[in-house]
């Protein structure tokens, strides 16, 4: 099928002439200036994002650190009780019957 061909060299041929125009050039570079400008942005924000969640985190586990050491725990003595034991029904001690084997049944007759 020469379709699929055809419709290939009529992109490449739209695509070089596209790409020939002057000012399509220059739209072309500042849109990849653009890109990685804001791509430059976006990893400080990153960076920034996770500094501040770094500070936070250790600002929370200093103020936890600082109460565990400031407050002891108080001992606090607590009464165990226990509960009647009700005695069991003894089980019966009766040893259980061995488990049965499966044999192959011998024919007769020799066949």
């Known amino acids: 099928m020469p379709l699929p061909f055809f419709a290939g ?3 490449g041929v739209i695509a070089l002439r596209l790409y020939q125009n002057e000012r399509l050039r220059a739209e072309i570079k500042d849109a990849g200036a653009k890109l ?3 791509g430059v942005r976006a990893e400080d924000k990153l960076r920034q994002a996770a500094v501040s969640g ?3 985190l250790a ?3 200093g103020r936890l ?7 002891p725990d108080p ?3 607590t ?3 226990t509960a009647k034991a009700t005695p069991k029904k003894a089980a019966a001690t009766a040893p259980k ?3 049965k084997t499966s044999r192959a049944k011998k024919t007769e007759g020799g066949a």
């Open 9 to 11: 060299l009529a992109v």
């Open 36 to 38: 990685r400008r804001s």
């Open 54 to 56: 770094l500070d936070t």
């Open 59 to 61: 600002e929370s586990s």
């Open 65 to 71: 650190r600082d109460r565990l050491d400031a407050t």
């Open 75 to 77: 001992v606090v003595e």
């Open 79 to 81: 009464k165990v009780t």
């Open 97 to 99: 019957p061995a488990p």
